[in-house]
Structures are given as C-alpha cells and as structure tokens.
C-alpha cells in the first residue's frame, strides 16, 4: 500500500511540502514506483487533491486536476469518490477563479 505519510504531506499547511509530496507522488506514478491502482485504494486522496484546492494559494491547479483524472480512468470507486466529495469544496474553486 501507499504510505500514509505522503498523503500526511500532501495536506500539509505549507506550501513547499505540499509541492514535493505532489511532485513525488506524480514521480513515482511516472516511473512505474508505485501504480494508479495503489493509489485508488488510498480512501483519503481524493479529499487531500481537492483540498489542494482550498488554500490560499493554489499553485500547480493543473498537475493535480491531471492527476485526479489519471485516479479516476482506473476505477469507477474513484469516480464515485470524487462526485460525493465534489460538492464540499465547489465552493471553494467558485471563490478563486485565478487560475481559471
């Protein structure tokens, strides 16, 4: 399984950690370390990538939409995730149309 510190990190308060676990994560995906299936099985990621979402600043929006869509192309489980969560933090992306 994955481990849970990543997922610790991607919703850390600071900014520059939050970057690296992202930019770690995608890496590991990248170069076959860990699969889109591991990931998929992980209940809080889904809700710590659409959290990225609501801090104040809200760099790299688009590695993490990629990535969102790469989880969900894996399982329908993914979809669901996300569709059920997606309400709570719509509001939150509608506040900061900057990077739209």
């Known amino acids: 399984m994955f481990g849970s510190s990543m997922l610790l990190f991607l919703g850390h308060s600071l ?13 590991k995906l990248d170069h076959g370390v860990i699969c889109e299936s591991d990931l998929v099985q992980e209940k809080h990621l889904h809700i710590r990538l659409l959290e990225w979402f609501n801090y104040p600043s809200c760099v790299l ?3 993490v939409l990629e990535l969102i869509l790469r989880l969900s192309k894996v399982s329908s ?22 990077w739209l």
Not at 77 to 98: D, E, G, H, M, N
């Open 15 to 27: 900014e520059e950690i939050r970057v690296r676990s992202l930019q770690n994560i995608v890496s």
């Open 61 to 63: 929006h688009d590695k």
């Open 77 to 98: 489980r993914s979809v669901y995730t996300l569709l059920f969560s997606w309400p709570t933090y719509i509001s939150c992306l509608a506040k900061q149309p900057v």
